[in-house]
């Protein structure tokens, strides 16, 4: 009675051709014939303007033949044996290490705090500027972090306006991972705490009328951003610290002002705006006296 022969998985499709035959080396071989595994049969594999998209491994025929391994019942036994020895063993590593996970969740979970930017008892600060963007660079050397969700932040408030927010409040836990994830509507929850914070500060009031001429309006540059279009302009934003209103001039150049200082400008009124809470006053044609 002719022993059955054996091929590996990846030919379980394949079609045998002809006898078993051995090699030089008393290896036991088999012809087979089968679809291409690069282009699943198809005959077309890569760019359409190489040789019209032809599958080069099967010349576009789509089959392929070729001679591989054929095993003995023993081979097999030995080699599904093999298998299911590096089954378990890597089952049981990886049972290992989510037992670890679970066993040393307050230590990742510490460790994951000082990563992102978390205190040790779970704490963020999130910057709460109405504009993060034009601070930014003093915000990195003040240690914030960037996340696309939180925004700027840091385990310690320093010298910046910001929000608390506890992990627990938008992260979730996954012990088996050993890592945090946001909770559904994280990112709504941190953009409603910001903006609650931007409208708990709410600037004043608009100033003046529309084309009025507003003369030695004693001002501080809170912030000053680039703004890039079909001409760069500079976006100057202003407080008047005695009346909490707020100011914005859209200049053609760099005028050379420095945030934080505060000049006296005149400057007519072109438009008011409402932008999260804070009342703007939009200058234009400004002359900056001192």
Same mark, same amino acid.
Do not use: R
């Given at each position: 009675m002719e022993e059955k022969i054996y091929l590996a998985k990846i030919y379980s499709n394949a079609k045998i051709i002809g006898e078993?035959?051995?090699? =030089?080396?008393?290896?036991?071989y088999v012809k087979i014939h089968m679809p291409c595994p690069r282009c699943g049969g198809s005959g077309l594999y890569g760019p359409i303007s190489v040789n019209n998209g032809m599958c080069f491994w099967c010349g576009g025929s789509g089959n392929i033949t070729k001679d591989v391994r054929a095993y003995t019942a023993k081979e097999k036994a030995a080699m599904d044996n093999a298998a299911e020895r590096r089954r378990q063993k890597k089952q049981e590593e990886h049972d290992a290490l989510i037992r670890s996970r679970i066993d040393n969740k307050d230590q990742l979970m510490k460790d994951w705090f000082a990563k992102h930017a978390f205190n040790e008892n779970g704490i963020t600060y999130i910057a709460a500027d109405n504009d993060t963007y034009s601070i930014k660079e *003093?915000?990195?050397?003040?240690?914030?972090?960037? *996340? =696309? /969700?939180?925004?700027?932040? &840091?385990? &310690? &408030?320093?010298?910046?306006?910001?929000?608390? /927010?506890?992990f627990d409040t938008i992260y979730d836990w996954n012990v088996l991972a050993a890592d945090a994830e946001y909770k559904v509507g994280a990112a709504d929850k941190i953009d409603d705490l910001k903006k609650s914070a931007w409208i708990s500060e709410s600037r004043g009031e608009f100033v003046g009328t529309i084309k009025e001429r507003l003369k030695n309006l004693t001002l501080k540059l809170s912030s000053k951003r680039e703004i890039d279009g079909i001409y760069t302009s500079i976006l100057y934003v202003f407080l008047d610290t005695a009346t909490g209103n707020a100011f914005e001039w859209f200049s053609s150049s760099d005028k050379g002002l420095e945030v934080g200082e505060t000049y006296t400008i005149d400057g007519t009124v072109k438009d008011f705006k409402s932008y999260r809470g804070i009342n703007y006053t939009i200058l234009t044609r400004c002359k900056v006296i001192v």
């Open positions: 078993p035959y051995t090699n =030089s080396k008393g290896k036991q *003093d915000l990195k050397a003040a240690g914030y972090k960037y *996340d =696309s /969700v939180l925004g700027w932040h &840091a385990a &310690a &408030a320093a010298g910046f306006k910001t929000i608390e /927010v506890a």
